[in-house]
C-alpha cells in the first residue's frame, strides 16, 4: 500500500534547503499550504524549535478545527531534562494546543549518552500525561536505527531515505522496522533538493558528484520521468513505509507534489539512482572544511568506481 505523504515545516521558519531559491516563505503563503494540505488530507506536520518562529507561525496559520497532527521535536539534552521537557510543552503552547500526535527525539545521539534512559522515561511519562499521543526517534543512517529501535522500542522512527540515498533500503532496515511493529516514517526524499540543483549551482563540496547527478538527470529524461515524480514515487512506494515528510515553498509546489504522488509508479531501474559518495549523503557536509577530511580519500574511490 502506498505511503501516505506529511508535510515538513522548515521552509516557514527559516531559508532551508539547496535548491530554495524563494527563502523564508510569507505567512500568507503558509495558510494557502495548510489550507489545500487540509483538503487533500494530510495529516502529519513535522515541526522542530531551532526552525525560526515556525511554532507561533502555525499557531497563526492553521484552518480552524485544525485537521493536523503534528509532531514536535526535543532540543538536545545538554541543558538537562527539565529543559527538554518545558521545551516541548513550550512548542505545542506556541501552536495554540492542548496537545500534539508525536513527541520526536530530534537526535538519537541524546538517547545513547548518559541520560539517554531517562530522557526515553520522560518522554513515557509525557506520553503518559497527554501531551503527545505517540514517542518518535528521528534517526540517521549512521544511528542504526534498528538498534535504536530495539533498544527503545518508539512508536515511530522517521529515517532520511530517497531515490539517491538507498542504504537503508539496500540493508533491509525498514521492512525489519515495520515488522516490528513500528511506523516507518521517511524524510529528505528529495535530498534537499540536491536531484534538482543544476551542476553549476552546486555547492564546492560536492562538484565531483555533478556528472553523476548529470547521467542521473539524463537518464530520467531519456525515460521521459520527471524527477519530482520519481523521488516521491520511490519514497511512497517502498515496502515498510507508512508516511513520507515533504517541504514546500509554495501552495503550487504543494499541488505538484501531490500530482506527481497520485502519478502511477513509474517502470525504472531504482537502484542505478543510488549514490554512495559520503559528502554528498550527509548535508552537514555540503558546506564543510573538509581539507583534512580522510572522507575525500573514500569519496575519490567512490566516484572513480561509479
Not at 268 to 273: I, K, V
Amino acid at each position: 500500500m502506498k505511503a501516505a505523504l506529511g508535510l515538513g515545516s522548515a521552509q516557514f521558519g527559516c531559508d532551508y534547503g539547496i535548491s530554495n531559491l524563494r527563502g523564508r516563505v510569507s505567512e500568507d503563503e503558509v495558510r494557502q499550504i495548510l489550507s489545500y494540505a487540509a483538503q487533500c488530507g494530510l495529516k502529519a506536520i513535522d515541526v522542530a524549535p531551532y526552525e525560526g518562529d515556525v511554532e507561533r507561525i502555525l499557531g497563526r496559520c492553521w484552518p480552524f478545527p485544525s485537521p493536523f497532527k503534528p509532531q514536535i521535536r526535543t532540543v538536545r539534552a545538554e541543558r538537562g531534562l527539565d529543559w527538554v521537557e518545558s521545551r516541548l510543552k513550550r512548542s505545542v503552547e506556541h501552536m495554540g494546543l492542548a496537545r500534539v500526535g508525536v513527541g520526536m527525539i530530534d537526535d538519537a545521539s541524546d538517547l545513547m549518552g548518559p541520560q539517554g534512559d531517562a530522557l526515553w522515561a520522560r518522554m513515557e511519562k509525557l506520553k503518559a500525561d497527554g501531551l503527545f499521543s505517540r514517542i518518535g526517534i528521528s534517526a540517521r543512517y549512521e544511528d542504526s536505527p534498528v538498534a535504536l529501535a530495539k533498544r527503545f522500542k518508539p512508536d515511530l522512527i522517521q529515517v532520511p531515505t530517497s531515490i539517491l540515498d538507498q542504504r537503508l533500503v539496500r540493508e533491509g532496515a525498514l521492512e525489519t522496522l515495520s515488522g516490528m511493529g513500528i511506523e516507518v516514517q521517511v524524510r529528505s526524499v528529495f535530498l534537499q533538493g540536491l536531484l534538482f540543483t543544476p551542476r553549476e549551482a552546486l555547492p564546492a563540496n560536492l562538484q565531483p558528484l555533478g556528472p553523476q547527478l548529470s547521467r542521473i538527470r539524463r537518464h530520467l529524461l531519456e525515460t521521459a520521468t520527471d524527477p519530482l515524480h520519481a523521488a516521491l514515487s520511490y519514497a511512497l512506494n517502498l515496502k515498510g513505509v507508512s508516511s513520507v515528510i515533504v517541504g514546500v515553498t509554495s501552495a503550487a509546489e504543494l499541488r505538484a507534489v501531490i500530482a506527481a504522488s497520485d502519478r502511477p509508479r513509474p517502470d525504472l531501474a531504482w537502484q542505478a539512482f543510488a549514490i554512495e559518495d559520503p559528502i554528498a549523503l550527509n548535508p552537514a557536509l555540503w558546506h564543510a572544511d573538509l581539507s583534512e577530511d580522510p572522507r575525500l580519500r573514500e569519496r575519490r574511490s567512490l566516484i572513480c568506481a561509479a
